[in-house]
């Protein structure tokens, strides 16, 4: 194998290396920011009422990117000028932005250009650099480098309306050696990406809500650890108007839902079965921390049921085979989100049973021969970074890419049986309990926005009943 070698002095910690050799075929990103600032963050913890750890003063750094491949020159951003030329920099995540040693970036570009190499349809300014470690216990070692594989090629597998690409990178930042990542498309508006229209809107159902600044909004069945955030407009852009008219249609929407209404004359049925069916098939255990994008291609506030709501894609695998063998993943059921009383009707377990029909047969088949070919495509330029990686961050990156995909092909096969044993819950489309409960079993009662509530004196409405043995059932007060 070609290498290309270079003087590096890393310090992580207490761990040097001097003179690596990095894989030439593997893409390499150098990047140098102006006058050698280092990107920073500082750890900040939710205020009471609110939920989780994230960062703040993540500013962006300005700098020049030179992307590199067999010694090649794939990309160049010049340096620095507003709008012209050059790109910034800063550390991105919540938890992760906060608690790993290698650090996630976000990227934006002067000019748009295609990291990938796919065509000029997928030239964007906004990229993402993602850290190879992800712990989770059901992993060998309790890590993996390879979930977002897994979840990328489960989205493509069951058909989502867009899949996030990537591909694996080194990068060097200051001329210090900063790991492997995944360099990955960024969530946001874009012709290969969400491409809605500038009327349209993509928000985020989000728990860190309370670090954005105030630029945030919350409607009025949302549960109170949550807000709705912007990915466009941009948070910076949005007017008052703006958030009005989105704020209105959130609201209707979430009445609707409430109240046992035509929820198919605001939200696409089949985009939200497809979204929850992916989390099951992955068998997701993180439902707070699980990003909730929802988006309208376009919206007119005088018509606003011309154009209806999407959901995807699906975001944040750290958790994936996580939940336990034989019950659904965690934002099939839980109550602080829109699924539980969705699936109490009729008209949406249709929908899910659909969209499992038309995928389920062959699943593990189609997925393994995925896992497969990602084996014969990646494994060795891969495990040549990933024990470089391993030197600057040690235990991150001792396990071979092909060890780790057997491992998730494995995972698969278990969570697709899971999950086909699970659907037979559906079988009967008159499953849905409308009448009042019972008092035995019960475990508490809940709005659909996650409220427990006083089951003496409720107004009318759809609530769910979460039961001791864990089933849940819709009550309809009338």
Not at 210 to 226: L, V
Not at 312 to 325: A, L, M
Request: hydrophobic share 35%.
């Amino acid at each position: 194998m070609k290498k290309v070698c270079f003087l590096l002095f890393v310090i992580a910690e207490a761990f040097v290396v001097s003179a690596q050799e990095l894989p030439a075929d593997m893409p390499l990103i150098d990047i140098t920011t102006d006058g050698g600032v280092e990107p920073t963050c500082r750890v900040v913890s939710a205020p009471e009422g609110c939920i989780g750890t994230s960062i703040a003063d993540n500013d962006y750094v300005t700098g020049r990117m030179v992307m590199t491949l067999n010694g090649d020159t794939l990309y160049d951003s010049g340096e620095y000028e507003k709008s012209v030329s050059g790109m910034r920099i800063k550390i991105r995540g919540n938890s992760t932005g906060a608690y790993l040693n290698q650090h996630p970036y976000k990227i934006k570009l002067s000019k748009k250009h295609d990291l990938l190499g796919l065509g000029n349809e997928f030239k964007h300014k906004e990229w993402l650099l993602l850290s190879m470690y992800t712990w989770n216990v059901k992993m060998t070692k309790e890590y993996s480098n390879v979930l977002n594989v897994a979840a990328l090629l489960a989205l493509d597998a069951l058909g989502a309306e867009w899949t996030p690409r990537y591909d694996f990178v080194n990068v060097v930042i200051n001329g210090n050696y900063q790991g492997m990542y995944y360099l990955m498309e960024a969530v946001a508006r874009g012709e290969s990406r969400i491409d809605v229209s500038t009327t349209g809107f993509i928000i985020e159902h989000d728990p860190f809500f309370w670090n954005e600044d105030g630029r945030f909004f919350k409607t009025d069945r949302q549960a109170p650890s949550y807000g709705y955030t912007y990915k466009y407009p941009d948070k910076d852009d949005v007017t008052a108007q703006q958030q009005a008219e989105i704020q209105s249609y959130m609201n209707a929407f979430e009445d609707c839902l409430a109240t046992g209404g035509d929820v198919a004359e605001y939200i696409d049925m089949e985009s939200f079965a497809r979204w929850v069916l992916v989390h099951d098939i992955l068998g997701t255990d993180d439902g707070a921390g699980c990003n909730k994008f929802l988006y309208k291609y376009d919206h007119d506030p005088s018509t606003p049921l011309s154009s209806k709501m999407r959901i995807g894609p699906p975001w944040d695998y750290d958790s994936c085979f996580r939940i336990g063998e034989g019950k659904w993943s965690r934002v099939h059921t839980m109550t602080d989100f829109y699924y539980p009383v969705l699936f109490a009707r009729d008209d949406f377990r249709k929908e899910y049973v659909s969209q499992w029909n038309a995928v389920g047969t062959g699943l593990y088949d189609r997925l393994h021969e995925a896992l497969e070919k990602e084996k014969e495509r990646r494994a060795a330029v891969f495990d040549e970074s990933i024990a470089i990686h391993n030197g600057k961050y040690p235990g991150e990156g001792v396990k071979s890419f092909s060890e780790q995909i057997d491992e998730i092909d494995e995972l698969f096969r278990r969570r697709i049986a899971d999950v086909a044993m699970l659907m037979k819950q559906y079988d009967d489309a008159e499953n849905a309990i409308d009448v009042p409960r019972t008092a035995a079993g019960k475990a508490g009662l809940f709005s659909i926005d996650g409220r427990r509530v006083d089951e003496t004196a409720l107004p009318a409405g759809i609530y769910i009943e979460r039961r001791s043995d864990g089933e849940i059932r819709k009550i309809i007060k009338k």
